[in-house]
């Protein structure tokens, strides 16, 4: 499907900027014409001189996302300009870029004017580009301040400039750099009349333990494209770009208290299909909201304790040692800890509760593997068994310095070859959370069957999840994704 590339405007007549194949709109007309209000799929880059609440700016944003248009910027975008605590969090996240940026200043106070990504000085240029990325909105105008005491910068606010503000010098740069992101914009357009869809695929390049390797990663995209999609990989910098997209799918390991849960927010806020969702994310990454959870619908685990420091003399009687300890986010094995003596647990306890007021305690229940059942859409999708790491308790182990240095072998089972009491329990587990995509974590002892924990994000490796599906495994995944886009699409035509 060729997308259509429109600039909106309050008059035509006072924006000089003439692009091959970029229709130029009066502000009015896309909002009456319904000849706009048919487009299917179009990008609207709204250059109105106020996006001021209700104004024909505002306006122009909220119906191209009600049409199902892309525009930029979206009303979130808008939104989170006004913000102090999105401002903070950005200014937090940036803080490095920032000082190394603006070193060289000597004045108390800075403005940035960002058109598009750029900044007239290239010595900004990797600043401008980040705050572009986060606050998409085409021209932008960003305020810097310096703390007197501790001789630091920060972002004290950033807002967009409407294109009659920008200052005469700086017109031609403005226009150029708009020619330049309007060209990458028709690059980027999918090439192929049946990628109907727009996918974002998070990912972190420089992260040791990511959900997903690069071959799998490679055959989520040959899956994704099969079924209509077209596909971009995504990092943490590119937060604002999300209302360019159809669908979300987050291929980076997930924490609430992360840029991967902002993502996820952000996605469901613009009305993307997204994995994982923001609820799942929060459900999943607490092991004391779990613990509750599973023992609320009576769904059986390792005897557990929700530990604080009002109950921490009750843990060793109820369970015995050795016995587990895990700190409520922990993933991949970290925050995990076994003990063995009363000490130990002592010591140990007192540094997790150093960082929760809670904690979760369990049984320690030795098995030569640890069931994973990858669940999506209330289906079972996959099994493994995760083989403990040679002479040691966990899957993976880990040296003093908390790297891995040891993982256990795995294999995948078909369905049918699964104890019926493990994906039983599997499901009844998953689906307390929600119909997202899920690895939910067993161990069988005997006839009996116990949950660990029900995990978001679950890793799908190219010669481990997939080793029975192979690529079905990825187009069932994107094949749902895809029906999930649909269905949303749908709705809104409604």
Known sequence: ???????????????????????????????????????RGARVFNLCRSYRYQSLGYYVSLLAAARGHKPLPSITALQDLKSPTIVRIASLELDELIQKSLAPIKSQEFVLSIYLGRNLARRYDRLSLHLFRLFQAPFLRAFFVRNQKTDRWALQGIGPIAASEIPESHRPFAVEMAQDYFRGARRRAPKKDNWRYDLAILVNPGEEESPSDEKALKRFVKAAETVGFAVEFIEREDFGRLAEFDALFIRETT???????????????EGLVVIDDPESILKCTNKVFLAELLERHHIATPKTLIVHRGNRDQVIPALGLPCILKQPDSSFSQGVVKVETKAKYKEALAKLLDKSELVIAQEFLPTEFDWRIGIFDRKPLYACRYYMAKEHWQILKRDGSGAKSDEGDADTLDLDEVPERVLSTALKAANLIGDGLYGVDL?????????????????????????????????????????RVEKVKERKKA
């Open 255 to 269: 924490n609430v208290n992360h840029h991967t849960y902002r993502f996820a927010r952000r996605a469901a806020a």
């Open 443 to 483: 161990k069988q002892v005997g006839n009996k069957v116990v949950v660990i924990e029900v995990n978001d994000n679950p890793s799908v490796d190219y010669g481990v999840e997939d080793q029975v599906l192979k690529d079905e495994l990825y187009r069932r995944i994107m094949e749902t994704m895809m029906q």
């Open 1 to 39: 499907m060729k997308k259509q590339l429109l600039i909106v405007v309050d008059d035509p007549a006072n924006w000089p900027l003439d692009i091959p194949g970029v229709e130029l709109v009066p502000a009015r007309a896309y909002l009456q014409d319904s000849r706009y209000t048919a487009m």
